[in-house]
Every structure is written in C-alpha cells, then in structure tokens.
C-alpha cells in the first residue's frame, strides 16, 4: 500500500491580538485527558484486552497503536505543540509506561452518561474521574514514600498546574439515535451536561484549575451515520450529511458553551475554555478540496467501495464471509486524501487540519494566550 508523505514546507501559525486580560495560557507541566475514541490513545484496547487489525496505525506509528486511526490524533498533535510527549493510557499497564506528563483516561466508545449493559465502554466519564483520583491518591502516596519513582510520575504540584481535556459526549448522541427519537435524544441533553458538570466539580474540588472543554463534531457527516440513517435523501443537508444528528450536536454544544460560561463565573480562580470542534470539522467537510482532500464523507478503510465504503457488518482491518464470500474491510491507497477514516473516526492527516485550526485561537472561547510559537508540519 503506498502513503504519501507530506513534503509541504512547515506552516506557522498566524498570530491573532486578543486582550490578555482574557487570554489563557497554553503551556503546562501535564495535560490529564478525559474523552472517548476521538482522543483514546489505547484505553479501550488495554481495557477489554482487544485489539485492533492493520492498517490501523499505518501512516505513524506503522502498527495498531491502540488509537482508532490511521496514526495521530488530535491530541496527539496538541501534546506536540506543547512540546509534551504522547499521552499513556491509564489503563495500559504494559512497559511501565511514565505518567510524568500525565495520563490519558479517554477510552472509546465511552458516553458522559453512565454506561449500561449494552454500553460499548464500561469507562464512562464518571468513572473515568473516580480513575484520576485514584490515580492521583496512589501517585502521592508512592511518592510519599520513595524517590525512585519520580521520574515516571507528575510531581503534587503538576495536578494543580496540569491542564485537563476533555473530549468526550458524541456516543450519548450517536448511540440514542438507534432507539430514541429526536425529539427524546434533544430532551437528555440537560441530563447529559449535569452529569459532566458533576464530574468538572469533583476535579475542581481535588484542584484541577484549567479546563479545556472540546464540543462535539458533526455527528451526521459520519459515513456510519450516513450509511445508517441517511438512505432516505430528504434527511440528508446540502453537504450530504444527516440533518438530525447534526441538530443534536448543535443543541448539545450550544448548552455546553453555556455550562462552560457559567463555570468561568462559578470557578473565578480557574481557566475554563470552550473549544468549538463543530465549527472546524464542518468547515472541514464543507470546503474538502480547498485542504488538499478528495473525499469528505467516504471512509478510507472500509467495504462496499463508493459512496460511503462503509457495512457496519465488516470492520476496517477484518475478514468476514459475506454473501458466500471472504470479504475485507481494506484500507484505501492514500489515506491523506480522505477525511474519514474508517466510518466514525477521522484520517490522521484529517485530525492535523483539526488540530491546526485549534491552534490558530479563533475557535476557543475564552482565546488562549497569544504567546505560542506552534508550529505544526501540515499536508495543504
């Protein structure tokens, strides 16, 4: 399979004068992220001692890494701009993998809500922040009583310096939409934030200051979602996506930015910044071509070929027998052409446009602080 790498001179990122007074900085000993797929660095994997087939993690890692993805994450490339190594999973034990920098609890499939038994992830947020405070306790008693363990594990003060992400809420949406209606799924959003709020006091309380809230993407520009929801064209918007699943992410990102004002009120000795990933990836979906991209709803790995290249009988990487047939969900020659990656998840080169956008601050609410020379390698 080739890949094609990009070649394309490094892109600075333009400076933009916002008001230090409502700056934040984006420089931190640690980051402890919270989330599921979209930022899972092998949480789920490690977990439920899975594992994931090739060509996941072809283009940078040259193996399954654990991330549902071709390569990097956004995060991944967050982690980079700050000059901070790749986060571990809390739940990979393999290695002695060193938590100094912090820790990764964002496992796939995990909901804000508490899971069930039919649940993807039993690693919902909930209990994803009772995973960091034991996490937390354990790190200061070891540290209580030997040296030896220093350099694997973030000094007391790293948690109240640290920064804390979160990217976690599109599988309480996704996974309604299978037996709710809309009307239904639109009413639990309120249920849905009260859980999350729930879980940034109980960090707040143990001294976490700096939040970094992630919104959640366009639900309905997902082939998977397409595929499944979408046959009937008169559900579908102008750029081919889902409508509803769309309406939902809206609604939800609309009262998350309120919640994350009303905690800037609330928390007046913290840092609590919205971050609109909606915005970003559907611009993304919109102007495709415009970013060197040549497919922006299709998936890249996958099997049925055009439009969607997605069956949610066969996974990417794997062989199943359909129709009488062995049949493999293969990835597709240049992943760098693709938005989509396997039905749900973005490309690599797809989560670097995103993480560039990120970077450029007009995208976060409150802006962060104009002093970051980032510079990110990018394909357009």
């Given at each position: 399979?080739?890949?094609?790498?990009?070649?394309?001179?490094?892109?600075?990122?333009?400076?933009?004068?916002?008001?230090?007074?409502?700056?934040?900085?984006?420089?931190?000993?640690?980051?402890?992220?919270?989330?599921?797929?979209?930022?899972?660095?092998?949480g789920l994997v490690a977990?439920?001692?899975?594992?994931?087939?090739?060509?996941?993690?072809?283009?940078?890692?040259?193996?399954?890494?654990?991330?549902?993805?071709?390569?990097?994450?956004?995060?991944?490339?967050?982690?980079?701009?700050?000059?901070?190594?790749?986060?571990?999973?809390?739940?990979?034990?393999?290695?002695?993998?060193?938590?100094?920098?912090?820790?990764?609890?964002?496992?796939?499939?995990?909901?804000?809500?508490?899971?069930?038994?039919?649940?993807?992830?039993?690693?919902?947020?909930?209990?994803?922040?009772?995973?960091?405070?034991?996490?937390?306790?354990?790190?200061?008693?070891?540290?209580?009583?030997t040296k030896k363990l220093?350099?694997?594990?973030?000094?007391?003060?790293?948690?109240?310096?640290?920064?804390?992400?979160?990217?976690?809420?599109?599988?309480?949406?996704?996974?309604?939409?299978?037996?709710?209606?809309?009307?239904?799924?639109?009413?639990?959003?309120?249920?849905?934030?009260?859980?999350?709020?729930?879980?940034?006091?109980?960090?707040?309380?143990?001294?976490?200051?700096?939040?970094?809230?992630?919104?959640?993407?366009?639900?309905?520009?997902?082939?998977?979602?397409?595929?499944?929801?979408?046959?009937?064209?008169?559900?579908?918007?102008?750029?081919?996506?889902?409508?509803?699943?769309?309406?939902?992410?809206?609604?939800?990102?609309?009262?998350?930015?309120?919640?994350?004002?009303?905690?800037?009120?609330?928390?007046?000795?913290?840092?609590?910044?919205?971050?609109?990933?909606?915005?970003?990836?559907?611009?993304?979906?919109?102007?495709?071509?415009?970013?060197?991209?040549?497919?922006?709803?299709?998936?890249?790995?996958?099997?049925?070929?055009?439009?969607?290249?997605?069956?949610?009988?066969?996974a990417c990487g794997q062989?199943?027998?359909?129709?009488?047939?062995?049949?493999?969900?293969?990835?597709?020659?240049?992943?760098?052409?693709?938005?989509?990656?396997?039905?749900?998840?973005?490309?690599?080169?797809?989560?670097?446009?995103?993480?560039?956008?990120?970077?450029?601050?007009?995208?976060?609410?409150?802006?962060?602080?104009?002093?970051?020379?980032?510079?990110?390698?990018?394909?357009?």
């Open positions: 399979m080739s890949l094609k790498i990009s070649t394309l001179p490094i892109l600075a990122l333009f400076s933009i004068f916002f008001p230090l007074t409502d700056s934040v900085d984006f420089n931190y000993p640690a980051v402890f992220n919270f989330g599921d797929s979209n930022s899972d660095t092998g977990g439920l001692a899975d594992h994931l087939d090739p060509p996941y993690g072809q283009i940078y890692f040259q193996k399954p890494s654990g991330r549902f993805c071709d390569g990097r994450l956004i995060i991944d490339f967050l982690m980079d701009a700050m000059d901070l190594p790749f986060l571990n999973p809390y739940l990979d034990s393999i290695g002695i993998p060193s938590f100094r920098k912090g820790c990764n609890f964002a496992a796939a499939g995990s909901t804000i809500l508490p899971a069930t038994a039919s649940s993807v992830s039993p690693f919902s947020f909930g209990i994803q922040v009772a995973q960091f405070l034991r996490f937390k306790a354990r790190v200061l008693d070891l540290l209580a009583k220093a350099k694997y594990l973030p000094p007391e003060d790293y948690f109240g310096k640290g920064l804390y992400m979160f990217d976690i809420g599109q599988n309480d949406l996704a996974g309604a939409f299978y037996s709710k209606s809309l009307d239904q799924i639109l009413a639990s959003i309120p249920t849905i934030l009260t859980e999350f709020e729930a879980g940034i006091k109980k960090l707040y309380d143990q001294g976490a200051r700096n939040f970094w809230v992630h919104n959640t993407g366009p639900l309905g520009c997902l082939a998977q979602n397409v595929a499944k929801f979408g046959t009937d064209p008169s559900k579908l918007d102008e750029l081919g996506c889902v409508s509803s699943h769309n309406q939902a992410s809206r609604l939800l990102n609309l009262q998350l930015h309120a919640l994350c004002k009303m905690l800037q009120a609330q928390y007046s000795d913290a840092n609590v910044t919205y971050v609109d990933i909606f915005t970003i990836k559907s611009n993304l979906v919109a102007d495709y071509s415009r970013y060197g991209f040549e497919q922006p709803i299709m998936a890249c790995c996958g099997y049925g070929g055009a439009p969607l290249n997605y069956d949610s009988r066969i062989t199943k027998m359909m129709n009488g047939s062995s049949a493999t969900a293969e990835g597709c020659s240049d992943s760098t052409e693709y938005v989509n990656w396997d039905g749900i998840h973005y490309t690599e080169a797809a989560n670097q446009y995103v993480s560039s956008q990120i970077l450029t601050r007009k995208y976060s609410d409150p802006p962060f602080s104009d002093d970051m020379p980032f510079l990110l390698k990018l394909k357009f």
